[in-house]
């Protein structure tokens, strides 16, 4: 969208501005040895990241179309043959409306942001009996669910930042098995085989939705 009322241009490449994204959290770690050839490590993190601080010079320059475009100006058609938006009209759909959600998304939580995570990773050495020289592991990966867009509002005329469309929490599991020999007083050899996400077949999963829910 540039230029005057009577000069107003669609189609151009979307503006692009500056915003900030400001992210804190905290990781908690907590490693033990239950037994003195066990090893267990937990982890747990909490990320919180928001979007806020969009352009000033955007922000004004949106404003100021806002007021112009809501005078006679905004009754222009788009199109000369009469029929078809006005600028007014397009200029709602196109600038005012998502301005409008990404100022009522000032300071929430950022889409596509799992905020929760926690892991567990255990490994067990055998160290006599028929088993000696093996190891046994297995580790969980949990992911928070996660916001994959916003629903539209009541009127069907923007987005409602209340209504966000969560994705499911993830969980997977990995293991291994490996096998350590010491062949030398100076040479040990090791071999280990490595399993991700143990019992999932593969499959897609959602990044985003449409206000729809689709």
């Known amino acids: 969208l540039t230029g005057d009322p009577g000069q107003l241009q669609y189609g151009k490449p979307d503006a692009t501005a500056t915003i900030d994204q400001q992210s804190r959290g905290m990781e908690i ?3 033990a040895k239950p037994l003195k ?3 267990l490590v937990v982890n747990v993190a909490k990320t919180d990241a928001a979007r806020l601080g969009l352009s ?3 922000a004004n320059w949106i404003e100021g179309q806002k007021v112009r475009l809501d005078g006679p100006s905004g009754d222009l058609r788009l199109w000369w043959s009469g029929d078809g938006m006005t600028y ?4 709602t759909e196109t600038a005012w409306n998502p301005y409008q959600l990404q100022k009522e998304a000032d300071g929430q939580q950022a889409p596509e942001i799992r905020q929760w995570h926690f892991n567990l990773v255990n490994n067990y050495r055998f160290e006599t009996g028929m088993m000696k020289g093996f190891n046994v592991g297995a580790g969980l990966r949990w992911q928070d669910e996660v916001t994959l867009g916003y629903a ?3 009127t069907m005329t923007k987005l409602d930042v209340t209504r966000p469309i969560m994705g499911a929490a993830e969980q997977n599991i990995d293991g291994w098995i490996g096998y350590t020999r010491r062949l030398k007083s100076k040479v040990q050899w090791s071999i280990q085989l490595n399993l ?3 019992g999932e077949a ?3 999963i959602k990044v985003s939705v449409n206000p729809d829910s689709s």
Not at 88 to 91: A, I, S, T, V
């Open 196 to 198: 991700r996400n143990v």
């Open 29 to 31: 770690e907590f490693a």
């Open 88 to 91: 007014r009209q397009q200029f």
């Open 152 to 154: 539209f509002n009541d």
């Open 202 to 204: 593969p499959r897609l």
């Open 56 to 58: 000033p010079s955007l």
């Open 37 to 39: 050839n066990w090893d």
